[in-house]
Nanobody, 133 residues
Framework: QVRLVESGGGLVQPGGSLRLSCTTS????????IGWVREVPGKEREGVSC?????????YSGSVKGRFAISRDKNSTNMMYLQMDTLKPEDTAIYYC?????????????????????????WGQGTQVTVSS
């Protein structure tokens, strides 16, 4: 059974850093697209970053590029991370890790931007990140 569990969220001051972790089970991250999506009530969900374990292609949304970094544990087939630096109040949101089997047709950008209804196959339960002084 596929399961994803986020951890690492919390309260941080503007300019600070957090690292979100996602522990997966029931499958291997090899040949999957991994992603982090955030939601704020009343706003459209935003795919923050996605990466294909198949070819390494990576996408970052414009709002986080240069500040966030997605990765997976190369010594493990079941851990993925989102390093968040120089955090801003507008980064406050619930953050979800999500995965989708990689294929040769669907780009990470299409998955991360939910292009034409493209979506992840499995999601975690979310972790709250609050950036405030």
């Amino acid at each position: 059974q596929v399961r994803l569990v986020e951890s690492g969220g919390g309260l941080v001051q503007p300019g600070g850093s957090l690292r979100l972790s996602c522990t997966t089970s029931g499958f291997s991250l090899d040949s999957y697209v991994i992603g982090w999506v955030r939601e704020v009530p009343g706003k459209e969900r935003e795919g923050v970053s996605c990466q294909s374990s198949r070819d390494g292609s990576t996408y970052y949304s414009g709002s986080v590029k240069g500040r966030f970094a997605i990765s997976r544990d190369k010594n493990s087939t079941n851990m993925m991370y989102l390093q968040m630096d120089t955090l801003k109040p507008e980064d406050t949101a619930i953050y979800y890790c999500a995965v989708r089997p990689a294929d040769s047709v669907t780009s990470v950008q299409a998955i991360c931007t939910f292009l034409y209804g493209t979506n992840f196959s499995d999601w975690g339960q979310g972790t709250q990140v609050t950036v405030s002084s």
